[in-house]
């Protein structure tokens, strides 16, 4: 079936109007499901995220796959303590609040989770959004002004950028993870604005590096900057028993915001703010996106307080979780990838001519749930595979997926490996990493 590429709509699409765009789109879509050549987005899971899923596939059928495409680090999403504090809590408060906390009020939960998550973050207050998505959104519209810049990492998250844009801040990215690179981008545009926010990622969800804190803060203290943290990836996985990379660093009193979301680790969605007590009340009256959204539901916020329990009551969790990171990275290494072992998200770049979707097959049929990124959402040189590892993963596990890869990669590495394809634009939907 011949059927259009997302290159083919990236390049048609600004010249099509609404009906026929979508339908064009859909038809692609529709094509691929009845050729079954594509099916491993959005695979149908049917049982609880956990170690094993049950995944009804693009062949109709249904198949056990070892999971390795959650954010579920630390095993949270189906702990027996989370699902029964979940069920108390709706039996005492109901589902929810129904609507937004300014008109509504919230209850005893949203309280509670405000302060565990500021004492968390090391800071005085913590205010609370529908989505780590939307506090971003809701951070960038609101607290920078007219007069301001904002710095960020290259690597950025897409809800960072649409936050600026909604807030129409000025700005510029500095090389990803690069302190030099922001040192003299600070230098450069410190005395032009009043206000320059720097922001970085604690732990960058598509390559599983660290940012350098430690740096990165020194540089924002002495060009008088302020730092935002986005610590989405880093909650529950770096610093001491999982208390995040600003922890990590200990450098809480250096940075002036950390961000947060609920649905990596605590395994369900909703966001966060942690900051002093007066940008949060700021924010608490003038981020819309806080002001125009509905409290957090009783089940996010009894889950998120579980989780933050069990994280205290079994640092065991944590414990096996970078012990099994640190082994795979050694391993891995030996295959000769690059890898640092101080996060449990690998990030294996595709060789070089490489069919990346049959790569992707080829981990399907062997039962194991990973995920891949292709062109052009990335560059076609960019193109790889992301394998998050969680504590409630055996050691056979990680020696069933190491030894796919070896075979994977060996089978699909071009013999005569050409030079990296030219790069593709981006698809700027998608752009920013998930
Ligand atoms: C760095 C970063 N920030 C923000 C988000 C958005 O979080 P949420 O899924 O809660 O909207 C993500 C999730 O992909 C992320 O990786």
Known sequence: MNVLTYRDLLRIRTQLDAPTRTATFSQRIWGEREANVDGLQYRHVLTPTDREVTVRDYSGETRAMRMFGSNNYLGLATHPVVVERVQK???????????????????????????????????????????????????????????????????????????????????????????????????????????VFVSVEGVYSMTGDVARLDRIAEACVRHDALLIVDDAHGTGVTGPNGHGTVAMFDVAKEVDVIVGTFSKTFAVSGGFIAASREIVEYLRYFSRAHVFSASLSTAVCAAVLA????????????????????????????????????????????????????????????????????????????????????????????????????????????ADTPQAKADTPTLDAFEGGF
């Open 89 to 195: 809590a709706i039996a005492e408060y109901g589902v929810g609040v129904g609507g937004p906390p300014a008109l509504n009020g919230h209850g005893p939960l949203q309280r509670e989770l405000q302060e565990r998550l500021a004492a968390l973050e090391g800071q005085e207050a913590a205010l609370l959004y529908g989505t780590g998505y939307s506090a971003n959104v809701g951070l960038m519209s609101a607290l920078p002004s007219k007069k301001d810049f904002a710095v960020y990492d290259a690597h950025s998250h897409a809800s960072f950028i649409d936050g600026m844009r909604l807030g129409r801040v000025e700005g510029k990215a500095f090389a990803h993870n690069d302190p030099a690179a922001l040192d003299r981008a600070l230098a450069e545009v410190r005395g032009d604005y009043r206000d």
């Open 307 to 414: 989780g933050l329990d069990v994280m205290e009551d079994e640092p065991e969790l944590h414990g096996r979780l970078m012990d099994h990171a640190a082994t795979f990275a050694e391993r891995l290494q030996a295959l000769g990838f690059e890898a640092s072992g101080l996060t449990p998200i690998f990030s294996l770049p595709a060789p070089a001519g490489a069919d990346v979707r049959a790569m992707a097959h080829a981990f399907h049929e062997r039962g194991l749930f990973v995920n891949h990124v292709e062109a052009p959402v990335v560059p076609a040189s960019e193109q790889r595979f992301r394998i998050s590892l969680s504590a409630l993963h055996t050691d056979e596990d990680l020696e069933e997926v190491l030894a796919a890869i070896e075979e994977i990669w060996e089978a699909f590495t071009p």
